[in-house]
């Protein structure tokens, strides 16, 4: 497994900027696409968004595209979540999250690789979460 910890959340306000970070160790970064999801109070866990190995492709949940991006530094073995125009929908505890398998031999990308990786069953690690909490 590979581990992953996260930092960055905070409190902001509504319409503000924040950006996530992951750090990820233990694994050859580079070989596994990466997600963040997140939790809201009382409800099941989201898929935000995703990043393929390289990092040249990216998926992203309907809700937050547009405002949301999420990249990654391969040689510093970090992935990050952008977040723009906060609402309070946003708030929640946000996870990091390692692929499941390497690069072309993941399910996901063997069965819908055009969609990519949405569902938790895609990931095989997952960090302790940052809660990211925005005021009206």
């Known amino acids: 497994q590979m581990q992953l910890v996260e930092s960055g959340g905070g409190l902001v306000q509504t319409g503000d900027s924040l950006t996530l970070s992951c750090a990820a160790s233990g694994r050859t970064f580079s070989d596994y696409a990466m997600g963040w999801f997140r939790q809201a109070p009382g409800k099941e866990r989201e898929f935000v968004a995703a990043?393929?190995?390289?990092?040249?492709?990216?998926y992203y949940a309907e809700s937050v595209k547009g405002r949301f991006t999420i990249s990654r530094d391969n040689a510093a073995n970090k992935v990050f979540l952008h977040l723009t125009g906060l609402r309070p929908e946003d708030t929640g505890v946000y996870y990091c999250a390692a692929d499941r398998g390497e690069r072309y031999t993941s399910p996901w990308y063997q069965n819908d690789w055009k969609n990519g990786p949405r569902r938790s069953a895609d990931f095989g690690s997952w960090g302790q979460g940052t809660q990211v909490t925005v005021s009206s």
């Open positions: 990043i393929t190995w390289t990092g040249s492709t990216t």
